[in-house]
């Protein structure tokens, strides 16, 4: 596990953006493979954004956090979440598919991973980023911790973007702490039928901007894409818009148990020679599209699959 330090405020690894909220923490205890200079570089210097969301987010949810996720990173901003299950797992694993860089703001101890199933996730955010928490090294995961980490998440973020969820919901108080904090919020436009469409939607009624592509992020931000960059090769259609049909939740392996057609899913993928989406989806014809997509989402957050330019998949795992 990558070493834990702890990192007063007023030190050059502490994120100038969250010393000016009214209530930061005297320090961050941050896990990651860099030191506090290249924290300051790395992570503090660019501008973040926060993407949250629904724990259980539907599928069409999970693709838009992680397409944006992808798209920021290539930009070269950090993407800021909270490493809970659904839409924050869905953008960590964006950012780093992209080879971005991504943090992690934890309700316990940052020694302690929760959930419990994103260890593989977590380390690879702390090689790639950093994992911040205000509470000692095993300090457990209690409830009333998360909406406090939430502040943490929207102060180190110019601006936040609620992908999906619900009004009164965690995703809910990260967006009423950004306001709190003056930070710009966006919200991503969604069909009144789909899950998660009533936080967004009231968000862009009450006149947060709507937030349709990593591009309108980017440009609030006034930030450029990294030079030579053209955009997302490939990037996979979502599901239909209108379509009201119930949405598959992301099962994962060791989590309630698999989505239905998982274990033909997995062989297919370990071939070993690449699948496009649709090429997956043509020869497994009796697994359907939203339970395809939600277990490909669970297996890129799990680091077991990776996705290449022009949308080739390739098994990444071991396990």
Not at 95 to 103: D, H, K, N
Not at 149 to 177: D, F, K, P, Q, Y
Not at 186 to 193: G, I, Q, S, Y
């Amino acid at each position: 596990m990558e070493g834990i330090s702890w990192i007063p405020r007023g030190d050059p690894g502490f994120p100038a953006l969250l010393e000016g909220i009214a209530d930061a923490p005297p320090g961050l205890w941050v896990r990651s493979g860099w030191g506090p200079e290249a924290l300051a570089e790395r992570l503090w210097s660019p501008p973040a954004v926060a993407l949250v969301g629904s724990r259980g987010a539907s599928c069409a949810g999970l693709e838009l956090a992680r397409q944006f996720a992808w798209g920021l990173a290539r930009a070269g901003v950090v993407v800021v979440s909270g490493l809970a299950r659904g839409v924050d797992a869905a953008a960590h694993a964006g950012a780093l598919e992209a080879g971005g860089a991504t943090v992690a703001v934890l309700g316990c101890g940052a020694d302690v991973c929760y959930p419990p199933e994103h260890e593989r996730l977590a380390a690879r955010i702390a090689s790639r980023g950093a994992i911040l928490s205000e509470w000692p090294s095993g300090t457990p995961a209690l409830p009333w911790r998360f909406p406090r980490r939430n502040r943490l998440i929207s102060g180190l973020s110019r601006v936040t973007v609620l992908v999906e969820g619900r009004a009164r919901s965690g995703a809910w108080h990260t967006v009423a702490a950004a306001l709190d904090q003056g930070r710009e919020v966006m919200a991503v436009p969604r069909d009144p039928l789909l899950p998660g469409s009533a936080a967004p939607n009231r968000l862009i009624r009450d006149g947060a901007a709507p937030a349709t592509s990593a591009e309108d992020v980017l440009a609030l931000l006034d930030w450029r894409r990294a030079p030579g960059d053209r955009g997302r090769g490939g990037a996979q259609p979502l599901l239909p818009p209108g379509d009201s049909r119930p949405r598959a939740r992301a099962a994962h392996p060791r989590a309630g148990g698999a989505a239905p057609g998982a274990a033909r899913i997995e062989a297919r993928l370990r071939r070993g020679d690449g699948v496009t989406l649709e090429q997956l989806a043509g020869g497994l014809p009796e697994v359907p599209l939203a339970d395809l997509q939600a277990r490909l989402v669970t297996l890129e957050v799990e680091g077991l699959v990776r996705r290449e330019r022009g949308g080739l998949l390739r098994w990444a795992g071991s396990a």
